[in-house]
């Protein structure tokens, strides 16, 4: 005689496929794709505000979770609110599984913001920017143009600088959408003469052919030392468009510990190699109270750029970005939004399904 088995009620069956279904997204975003959002123009125009992708986790190798006490589907609070979604209890050395590839050079990604130290590592807010110089690279910025190991880096073919643009009478929202220049990608000076504008070489080049356009100036910083620019930019005189040469720390990388080298290199030993009692003081590096002499990375660095070089907080400011902070490679659009229309135009239909370069 068979025994009857008990029917599951709505609410248990209704509850079972919940819990697979958090299950299964919080599989998916951690080993495989993560979605992401563009939310400011440091990427324009390669990535614009609006822009929904997905991060492949698999190119670079997933990271395993350094803070595993977390809710799932969530990153630093929970949904609408302020409460901490997270406890670091329980920190877990890094790892990550083998990928497709390594981190190179001129790939756009995503990582955890290093400087933000009030979250653990794997919860620090996700940023996108170009790996412009990869672990072992010299990195220079001249007069607005970037070169790496002494050669012209290869430029997006959307990349923006800022430029001033003369104007010979005021010019409205839809004269600068006739150049595909959005609202926030300009700004008029305050004497009425024209206009800052954020855009592309080509944009720019169509906008001078304008009769309204006296001229257009791409604004290069000349200033000799800037106290915002990474690491000491008022003592090296660099700025966000004269900066190196710099060379991006590789593992193994070893090198001597002169006041030079403590001032370019001493916060990212001190914030990202993992030492327990380590400082810098007077030029000169100490760990575990001892004056050394030399210092060997224990992991690979990367110098991160935005594609709208005057409008973009990056590695020019902030620093090296450590290979334990690399979340994922981004991959391809799924959707775009465009803030300034209104119903089905807001749709930015040519950019869906396009894969990111």
């Known amino acids: 005689m068979s025994k009857s088995t008990k029917k599951k009620s709505a609410a248990r069956e209704w509850g079972d496929a919940l819990i697979f279904a958090v299950v299964a997204a919080s599989l998916i975003r951690w080993l495989l794709l993560e979605p992401f959002t563009i939310p400011t123009a440091s990427m324009e125009k390669s990535l614009l505000v609006g822009d929904f992708l997905f991060v492949s986790k698999m190119h670079y190798g997933t990271r395993f979770p350094m803070t595993p006490l977390q809710v799932p589907l969530t990153h630093q609070k929970i949904w609408g609110t302020e409460i ?52 072992g690279d010299v990195v220079q910025v001249k007069s607005g143009d970037l070169f790496v190991n002494d050669q012209a880096a290869e430029k997006p073919s959307e990349m923006q600088y800022s430029y001033d643009v003369i104007t010979n009478r005021p010019l409205t929202t839809d004269f600068f959408k006739d150049y595909e220049i959005n609202p926030d990608s300009y700004i008029p000076f305050s004497d009425g003469s024209g206009y800052l504008v954020f855009g592309t070489e080509q944009m720019i080049n169509r906008l001078e052919s304008s009769p309204v356009v006296s001229s257009a100036t791409k604004r290069i910083e000349k200033a000799k030392g800037d106290s915002l620019i990474f690491p000491d930019g008022l003592a090296l005189g660099w700025n966000r468009d004269n900066f190196g040469p710099l060379q991006v720390p590789a593992k193994d990388w070893t090198i001597p510990m002169t006041a030079d080298n403590v001032m370019r290199y001493a916060s990212t030993i001190v914030n990202y190699e993992g030492l327990e009692n380590v400082e810098a003081k007077d030029g000169q590096l100490f760990i575990d109270g001892q004056k050394v002499d030399s210092y060997t990375f224990k992991q690979n660095y990367y110098f991160m750029m935005g594609d709208n070089r005057h409008d973009s907080l990056d590695s020019r400011y902030w620093g090296f970005v450590p290979e334990d902070h690399i979340v994922g490679k981004a991959w391809f659009l799924w959707l775009s939004l465009d803030k300034h229309e209104s119903m089905f135009s807001k749709i930015r239909w040519s950019r869906i399904f396009n894969g990111i370069n």
């Open 84 to 135: 901490p979604s997270y406890s670091d209890a329980i920190q877990l050395p890094y790892y990550r599984l083998p990928g497709f590839s390594d981190v190179e050079r001129n790939d756009v990604v995503v990582f955890n913001y290093p400087t933000e130290f009030q979250y653990p590592t794997d919860l620090k807010t996700n940023y996108i920017k170009r790996a412009v110089g990869i672990s």
